[in-house]
């Protein structure tokens, strides 16, 4: 086992309770790759095909005869115009990229909604969170009173009203698709990074002193239960601490080299690739595309049947 950890989601019993507690995930988040594909332009878009509209509805749009495509880009177009100004900048042009290659996150928060929303009103507020996932918990406390799990019902609701709070931009205590999707994927959103830091710092940090120890760090991905000597990959970890996490030199981490650690700051594929469909596609060099210059140059942005560089259609998806 070498890199970074995989943390084993604590399981727990679904017949106490219809929902769970938010749970540890991977440590290290990095930026997903927006296309598989090599970014030959000279050959074919399909780099571009994938990153402007996510892998499965770029095959959609290879099934489609020219002006179908074209119908449906002028469609996507005034989507991603978000000031409706009839122009496309670089910004906007990269929080569509971004939001297209997370649509597995709000696929996410699709599927479990009406798990949430008990009263139908198309929010969900902190209460009805509680009451799905912790209600069982409230009205039978008796029986979790020798629970030893690490992640309890009694240490997780605290630490869920807190991440949703921070989730609730607006302070109203009920949570929008948005809100929610902040909620339960915090990693995705600028604002929610800050929580992530912290409940890490939560998880890992066994002696409550605010900081993650080179011991702690290791403890977080190897358990030393048979007191026989560390493997190999357990060395390089603890070299890894010495020489990359702990910025500073004073033997542990603190929040600022704990967010250093789990996100890095890669390379801003979103953004490069926002710039290089406006560098192509802006015919009169005002740094912004209409709708006209995107139409005009429509089959890097998406494929059709006479563009197609591949793979078939293999199920239905809805319309972007």
């Not at 219809?18 to 598989?36: A, D, G, I, Y």
């Not at 390089?236 to 967010?259: A, H, P, W, Y």
């Amino acid at each position: 086992m070498a890199g970074f950890s995989f943390v084993c989601a604590v399981l727990l019993c679904a017949a106490v309770a219809q929902t769970k507690p938010t749970l540890r995930k991977e440590r290290v988040h990095h930026e997903p790759e927006l296309s598989r594909q090599a970014h030959e332009d000279n050959k074919s878009f399909q780099y571009d095909h994938e990153a402007f509209l996510g892998k499965e509805e770029a095959k959609t749009f290879d099934q489609l005869t020219p002006e179908e495509s074209k119908d449906k880009l002028g469609k996507i177009v005034d989507r991603i115009d978000s000031d409706a100004d009839g122009y496309i900048t670089t910004a906007e042009l990269k929080a569509w990229i971004k939001r297209v290659q997370k649509r597995y996150v709000y696929e996410n928060v699709a599927k479990v909604w009406t798990d949430y929303d008990l009263n139908k009103d198309n929010k969900i507020s902190w209460d009805e969170y509680k009451q799905a996932t912790y209600g069982y918990y409230l009205a039978n406390p008796e029986e979790f009173e020798d629970a030893t799990d690490q992640f309890s019902f009694k240490k997780m609701l605290p630490r869920d009203e807190r991440r949703f709070k921070a989730a609730d931009l607006n302070r109203d205590l009920a949570a929008d698709r948005e809100e929610f999707t902040a909620f339960l994927h915090p990693e995705e959103f600028e604002h929610m990074k800050d929580i992530v830091v912290l409940e890490t710092l939560e998880d890992i940090d066994r002696n409550s002193d605010g900081h993650v120890d080179e011991d702690e760090y290791i403890a977080d991905m190897f358990a030393h239960e048979d007191g026989g000597p560390e493997p190999e990959w357990v060395k390089t970890e603890r070299e890894q601490f010495s020489d990359f996490r702990d910025l500073n030199k004073d033997g542990k981490m603190d929040q600022d080299e704990i967010r250093h650690w789990i996100m890095p700051q890669d390379y801003d594929h979103a953004q490069a690739e926002a710039r290089h469909l406006v560098y192509e596609s802006d015919q009169d060099k005002d740094q912004m595309l209409t709708k006209e210059e995107i139409l005009e140059n429509w089959n890097m942005f998406v494929g059709s049947q006479a563009t197609n560089y591949g793979e078939d259609l293999t199920r239905n998806h809805d319309e972007l």
